[in-house]
């Protein structure tokens, strides 16, 4: 883990920060959708968690959970690029699975692009589990993979 790393709540002065990495790192060659109005509602939203590490003070994650009544659906993680590698998702993800189950949820759905290996990847680490593909799920020509991950279900 890294010193220094602290995982809570997304603030307001966050929002511009979150709607940028979202465009850059994980919406790039979609329309924006995660846009700073966007970002501040999720902030309102009682149903929704914006968590955000931040190592040093500064902001080197985030990830945006909403929850139901039996299940949650990750909506977004990105790690800053220079910043990966070094567990920061990992923690992203801790504190929201287990955010999950204080809520009394126990399981995780989420999607990625097909083609995005690393995150297919990195979500393994975790536990997830591909559970269904999706052709054109990110628009023509842009297929996805549904992933999911039980977290009563204790390895």
């Known amino acids: 883990m890294i010193a220094d790393l602290e995982i809570g709540l997304a603030r307001p002065g966050d929002v511009r920060r979150i709607a940028t990495m979202s465009r850059d790192l994980i919406e790039q060659g979609l329309d924006w959708r995660w846009t700073p109005p966007r970002i501040t509602a999720a902030l309102h939203d009682p149903a929704v968690n914006v968590a955000v590490a931040r190592e040093r003070g500064e902001l080197a994650g985030f990830g945006i959970m909403q929850y139901k009544d039996d299940e949650a659906h990750l909506l977004l993680l990105a790690v800053d690029p220079a910043r990966r590698r070094k567990g920061i998702g990992r923690a992203l993800m801790q504190w929201l699975e287990a955010t999950a189950l204080t809520a009394g949820i126990g399981l995780i759905r989420l999607e990625a692009r097909t083609g995005n290996a690393e995150a297919r990847a990195f979500y393994r680490k ?20 549904r992933i999911a991950k039980d977290l009563w279900l204790r390895e």
């Open 126 to 145: 975790l536990g997830y589990l591909e559970i269904k593909s999706v052709p054109g799920l990110y628009g023509p020509g842009e297929d996805g993979v």
